[in-house]
């Protein structure tokens, strides 16, 4: 079975409710505030049947609490604390069947969230950057013939 991929975001986001938190570790951090609009992506081709894998790298995400969602449904396991606040982490989930990817229009929505789970008060600040789907793609219904001789 074939796979493909999307690049659904390639420019560090910095989530959260301090807009100077990141200055001394990435002054290009580009902050959204708690939440932004979703990003949008296609998978072509894409087999909604079949597990995808979205791979991204995360830095000082404390709250277990925030809302990490495709297609409006959680991804298993949300977007996972860091162990360090000082490193960045590399990040492997699975996207299931139930999110239900399509050829366009899908939709990764980020939500920066207090310990509480509530988007008021102090809520947590950190960064994503490269976020990448890699996923498989429907059989070729191509059919090759050969000439007889």
Not at 58 to 69: A, K, M, T
Not at 93 to 116: C, D, I, Q, Y
């Amino acid at each position: 079975m074939a796979t493909d991929f999307t690049v659904i975001l390639s420019v560090r986001n910095h989530y959260g409710d301090e807009a100077g938190t990141f200055t001394d570790v990435d002054r290009d951090a580009l902050f959204v505030g708690p939440t932004r609009s979703p990003y949008r992506f296609d998978c072509p081709n894409v087999d909604p049947n079949q597990i995808a894998f979205l791979m991204f790298q995360s830095r000082d995400v404390d709250s277990q609490q925030n809302i990490f969602q495709i297609n409006g449904v959680g991804v298993f396991g949300g977007l996972p604390a860091s162990p360090s606040n000082d490193a960045w982490n590399g990040n492997i989930l699975l996207v299931e069947p139930r999110h239900r990817l399509k050829a366009t229009g899908n939709e990764l929505h980020v939500e920066a969230r207090n310990t509480s789970g509530g988007g008021g008060g102090n809520i947590d600040d950190f960064i994503i950057d490269n976020v990448v789907i890699m996923y498989k793609t429907r059989a070729s219904t191509t059919t090759i013939t050969q000439g007889l001789e």
